[in-house]
């Protein structure tokens, strides 16, 4: 690329420069029939043009040169080639300088299906718990139960025959499941049809609740024999701490056992 090189040119600081008024427009060649006449080649525009595509090699850091037809080329190709270098460079200083120095990926908060964009706070409980605390907005949730909390939660329900599982439901409520597990000989509590009872058999649950829902479900275990007729129910009405249960089969002097779960309020 080079400027103009051809009889009666000018100094830069002589060309001919755009009017300052006047409607832009398109060139036409005119048509005498309809009286239309040609459009005038201007210097001023020829200069426009090629002070464009001088003004691009010379950005790019390259000088003039006559014999060289694509320097216009030459000079997009290095522009896009430093702007993919400049782009490169800023991600791997954004990792270097903001990832690598965290240590740890982030976590990304919401963005998933059927999630808010609430905010959410999890830390280590101040209260001295010794579990992870959840907080959303400014709602506590609680502390979170580990996997080893459930385990050993379990582990003491089936070796005792007495436990609980807590459950949130939302908006600071928890279901309270517990099981308990009793014995007693029949007899004392009466017979009838050849059907011997266990006195009333006073249970406290695992937990106390804060509102007591009601008895799903009892059991009773077998005590061997058949046609037993091995039973198990609740006497009265269970309260937030206990309930009493019977056991009956057709054996005076039998030990009998039974369990039930019961489900409340924590």
């Known amino acids: 690329m080079e400027l103009l090189i051809a009889p009666n040119t000018v100094p830069q600081a002589s060309r001919d420069t755009m009017p300052a008024t006047g409607t832009p427009g398109w060139a036409t060649d005119g048509d005498p029939a309809l009286n239309i006449p040609a459009t005038g080649d201007l210097a001023c525009h ?28 030459a000079a997009i190709q ?35 299906a059927n999630q808010g964009t609430n905010k959410v706070f999890l830390g280590f409980d101040s209260a001295g718990s010794g579990r992870a605390r959840l907080q959303v907005d400014a709602t506590d949730k609680g502390t979170l139960a580990y996997y080893a909390d459930l385990v050993a939660i379990a582990a003491s329900g089936i070796a005792s025959g007495n436990g609980c599982i807590e459950a949130p439901v939302g908006s600071g409520i928890s279901l309270l499941f517990q099981w308990v597990t009793f014995q007693a000989t029949t007899g004392p ?29 009892t059991t009773v275990f077998d005590i061997g024999g058949i046609g037993m007729g091995e039973r198990c129910w609740v006497m009265g009405a269970p309260s937030e701490s206990g309930g009493d249960f019977r056991l009956a089969c057709n054996q005076n002097a039998a030990t009998m056992t039974g369990n039930a779960w019961v489900v409340g309020i924590a």
């Open 189 to 217: 509590g009466g017979s009838a049809n050849g059907s011997y009872e266990t006195n009333n058999i006073s249970v406290t649950w695992p937990r106390a609740f804060s509102t007591f829902l009601g008895v799903p479900g």
């Open 46 to 73: 020829y200069n426009m043009m090629m002070a464009e595509i001088v003004q691009a090699i010379l950005d790019a850091g390259m000088a003039l040169d006559r014999t060289n037809w694509g320097q216009l080329s």
């Open 78 to 112: 290095k522009f896009v080639a430093n702007e993919t270098l400049r782009a490169t460079t800023i991600e791997s200083n954004l990792q270097t300088s903001k990832q690598d120095v965290l240590g740890f990926t982030p976590v990304q908060q919401g963005g998933g």
